[in-house]
Nanobody, 122 residues
């Protein structure tokens, strides 16, 4: 069982930065692929980025590539999402998720956090 809690969301102007954190409980954190998804009002939840168990492999959605960076610290059971050059279209609830393999699809992820709101004003 893994319990995930996101933090770090907020209101920021376009061009600004935010750093999201996702703290995980459980001793098996390092065995999971960790991912960030987001969901804007009226839209489906979409993949943002993920990171392999050891942190050596990352994957990004085209919409955030070059602006967002995912990282993890297994000693702290935490995964991060550094978001730079934010745009109004990045406004969404951001969720972290834990799964057994890299995938862009929502369903295979086993555990989800409650989400944190990110709002980017123009």
């Amino acid at each position: 069982q893994v319990h995930l809690v996101e933090s770090g969301g907020g209101l920021v102007q376009a061009g600004g930065s935010l750093r999201l954190s996702c703290a995980a409980s459980g001793r098996t954190f390092s065995s999971y692929v960790m991912a960030w998804f987001r969901q804007a009002p009226g839209k489906e939840r979409e993949f943002v980025a993920d990171i392999s168990w050891g942190g050596t492999s990352t994957y990004y959605a085209d919409s955030v590539k070059g602006r967002f960076t995912i990282s993890r610290d297994n000693s702290k059971n935490t995964v991060y999402l550094q978001m730079n050059s934010l745009k109004p279209e990045d406004t969404a609830v951001y969720y972290c998720a834990a799964g057994r393999k890299h995938t862009l699809v929502v369903a295979p992820y086993d555990y989800w956090g409650q989400g944190t709101q990110v709002t980017v004003s123009s």
